[in-house]
């Protein structure tokens, strides 16, 4: 498997890991969180599966291409429509969270429409690169912010303050029914693999998954999701985690560096965390832009020889964003979030596959005629 | 499409670029416009019912630290009826801003303890910019009187009580550390009771006294521990260095030095009565005597010691028992060995009145220093 492939699924698990996840994850501590988490790592793997080997079918095409020469137009428009308003929120939602995290513990005086402003040039930026290049960005980035956030986590895991009794009781629930809604929620982060729908295309000799890649891909979201859940128990305890917002921004807060250039680790923690979320919400865009501007071209549209299309999208995309980054409450975003996880994400990946399935019988029913 | 590209890159450049032309209205505050918190206590208000007093040491900037005479500290308190309030009514009396974000203690009167603890501590957790690394600690007479005072050790450019918790000054078994976040989780969470290290201020005025403890017990009054059983819960509980023992036997009196503790302990239900299994290990070297020793006696000793300190520690977990408090969250353990079920803590409940505690002490004697 490519290697650019694992950076996709690592990136975006790890983003959610600090916003999102914990926080659906650790208020369902006492109704099934933990068999939830069990099913989720197959689920989640099992996706990444199929939606890897179906993309190796079409070598180099995004899924516009694809859907164009296979499926009728009728069904591909509203399609990928729906897909480019699905990517564009789940990246709007990163964004704003993150936004939440930088006024609260780094900026606490600092406007709100300047923070989301920052990013939003920054990602604007991104996501105007071509995909090889955010490829190229994203691997950059992961290898520095890598080494950072391991290091925190070995700190955290040999911390003489953490109390591994929590850890255990958080593990003794694991005798209830598996909550759907942590379910959703941990599934969701390993879902990085459907961003190949636009990605593919740099992918023109992806393979079917191996057995090694997925067996190590397993290793990491295991890791992942059971960090996402249990460390912050081991900081913060089982029964009073339940109303922090930000659970690992708490719990990077809990560790101390006590010989360290600062003492504080949460800085460090939160500078590598934007620094992945501001990669993946590029993806996210540039995905959503790109399936966007597949569907609604303005041909005319044009200012001298540069087509404004892409430009006018951006724009629409910067004011929705800021309106949302003043108007919501962090309570209805993780409602959304979270009716999102368990909602929206599951048909996306169906009609995704089911998509991606009917085109590839439509593929081959046309092979053989070109052979004959 | 490199022309349109081009565009692209360099209107995207000029938006970058433009941020700087507001440079000055960013939220950020110069050092001399801020003066830093380094220290709070909240003691029970005297004019306000059931308000607090709450009192900050507040450390001045001085441009060289060298040319300062002394310490310049300004110490600043306010009655109010929440700890918010009293802040925000400080921030009228100071023209700078304080900042917080440096302060690492938080002394508390032993009065609040017995009350509702959230209702003021909420105002410490809630806050973005509060460290969850901010040490706590109880003090003997009151929290104004125990903040505002200057040690003789004290030197510019370091505060005191900082040194004595961070583990980077002294370190010792009688002085008990507790962090912000520990004190949250311990105090919400069922099974374990929260300790905090009591402060207190010598005879004639000159330095801290910090050895003794004290185990908050819900809505009631908490149990205070004397140094001797600090100094058992703080190396058994925390694994603390630097404990050290005398030992007398006939003429021969010796000084043990212990710098390793382990503790390790099982509860034990199935085999008669309730038990608690509780393995201690020691190791450490002879510091002090007065006769000459035979290396060859150290068994003798070992067993000696061993059989005295076991006694100790025995004192100290009836104690606990008889007091009904558990700071070593034996309740934490017995719900972390069982799969969940309605009513398990109850059950602990009752169990723990009754429990008898078995405990095997072993210690390692390595030598006798560096003579015989």
Not at chain 2, 171 to 189: D, G, H, N
Not at chain 2, 194 to 222: M, Q
Request: proline share 4%.
């Amino acid at each position: 498997m490519n290697r650019f492939l694992f950076y996709l699924i690592l990136i975006s698990m790890m983003t959610y890991m600090v916003s999102t996840t914990p926080r659906t994850l650790i208020q369902g501590s006492t109704s099934g969180t933990v068999p939830a988490l069990i099913l989720a790592i197959i689920a989640g793997m099992v996706v990444t599966y199929i939606i890897v080997s179906q993309f190796s079918h079409f070598p180099g095409q995004g899924l516009p291409e694809i859907l164009k020469s296979h499926i009728p137009k009728w069904f591909s428009t509203p399609l990928l429509l729906f897909l480019s308003i699905v990517w564009f929120y789940v990246g709007l939602s990163t964004l704003i969270i993150y936004t939440f995290i930088i006024n609260r513990f780094l900026l606490p005086e600092m406007s709100i429409y300047t923070i989301v402003l920052t990013f939003v040039l920054v990602i604007t930026y991104g996501i105007f690169m071509t995909t090889k290049s955010i490829f190229y960005m994203s691997e950059i980035i992961f290898l520095i912010v890598i080494p950072f956030i391991i290091f925190v986590q070995i700190k955290a895991y040999f911390s003489p303050s953490i109390n591994y009794d929590y850890i255990r009781i958080a593990i003794m629930q694991v005798n209830q029914m598996p909550n759907y809604r942590s379910f959703s929620a941990a599934t969701f982060i390993a879902m990085g693999a459907a961003n190949l729908i636009i990605f593919n295309r740099f992918f023109t000799k992806l393979q079917k998954p191996t057995r090694k890649g997925m067996a190590l891909l397993t290793l990491f979201f295991t890791y992942i999701l059971l960090t996402t859940y249990f460390l912050p128990m081991g900081f913060g305890g089982f029964d009073a985690l339940n109303n922090a917002l930000y659970p690992w921004i708490t719990t990077s807060d809990s560790i101390r560096m006590k010989f360290g250039l600062i003492e504080r680790v949460v800085f460090i923690f939160i500078g590598a965390f934007l620094a992945l979320s501001v990669v993946t919400i590029t993806m996210q865009w540039h995905i959503s832009m790109q399936l966007l501007s597949s569907v609604i071209y303005f041909k005319r549209f044009k200012w001298k020889s540069v087509n404004l299309t892409l430009p006018f999208f951006t724009i629409c995309f910067w004011t929705i964003t800021m309106y949302r980054a003043k108007t919501v409450t962090s309570n209805s975003l993780y409602k959304i979030v979270e009716f999102f996880d368990s909602i929206i994400v599951p048909i996306t990946i169906f009609l995704l596959i089911t998509s991606l399935w009917l085109a590839k019988k439509g593929a081959a029913s046309k092979c053989p005629d070109t052979k004959k | 499409m490199s022309r349109y590209k081009k565009v692209i890159k360099s209107s995207l450049t000029i938006v970058l670029l433009l941020p700087l032309l507001l440079q000055a209205g960013c939220a950020f505050k110069d050092i001399d416009k801020r003066v830093f918190v380094v220290g709070v206590g909240v003691d029970p208000s005297e004019k306000i019912r059931d308000g607090f007093k709450v009192t900050l040491k507040m450390i001045k900037p001085v441009g060289d630290v060298k040319q300062a005479p002394s310490q310049t500290y300004a110490y600043l308190s306010h009655d109010s009826e929440s700890v918010a309030e009293a802040i925000r009514m400080l921030e009228t009396r100071v023209d700078k801003v304080l900042d917080m974000g440096h302060n690492r203690i938080i002394i508390l009167n032993e009065k609040l303890l017995s009350e509702d603890i959230d209702t003021f501590m909420d105002f410490f957790t809630r806050r973005g910019d509060i460290q969850l690394i901010t040490y706590m600690a109880v003090a003997e007479t009151t929290a104004e009187e125990t903040i505002s005072f200057e040690p003789e050790t004290e030197t510019p450019a370091s505060i005191a009580l900082y040194n004595f918790f961070d583990q980077t000054g002294t370190e010792s078994p009688y002085v008990l550390t507790t962090f912000l976040f520990e004190f949250r989780r311990q105090v919400l969470s069922k099974g374990i009771n929260s300790t905090l290290p009591i402060i207190s201020i010598n005879g004639d005025e000159t330095a801290f006294i910090i050895n003794k403890s004290i185990v908050l017990k819900k809505e009631e009054k908490p149990v205070k521990l004397s140094e001797v059983e600090t100094k058992y819960f703080n190396s058994l509980s925390h694994n603390a260095a630097g404990f050290s023992y005398k030992i007398e036997e006939e003429d021969l009196i010796m000084v043990l030095n212990i710098d390793t503790v382990k503790m390790k302990y099982k509860i034990v239900l199935d085999e008669g009565p309730p038990r608690i299994d509780m393995k201690v290990t020691k190791y450490g070297t002879i510091g002090e005597s007065n006769e000459r020793l035979d290396i060859n006696n150290l068994k003798k000793y070992d067993t000696i010691a061993a059989g005295e300190m076991k006694k100790k520690v025995m004192e100290l977990l009836t104690k606990l028992q008889k007091n009904d408090i558990d700071p070593f969250g034996f309740g934490l353990r017995y719900r972390a060995t069982r799969l969940s079920r309605e009513g398990l803590f109850e059950e602990w409940n009752r169990i723990y009145p009754e429990i008898t505690f078995n405990v095997t002490m072993d210690i390692n004697l390595k030598s006798t220093g560096a003579i015989e």
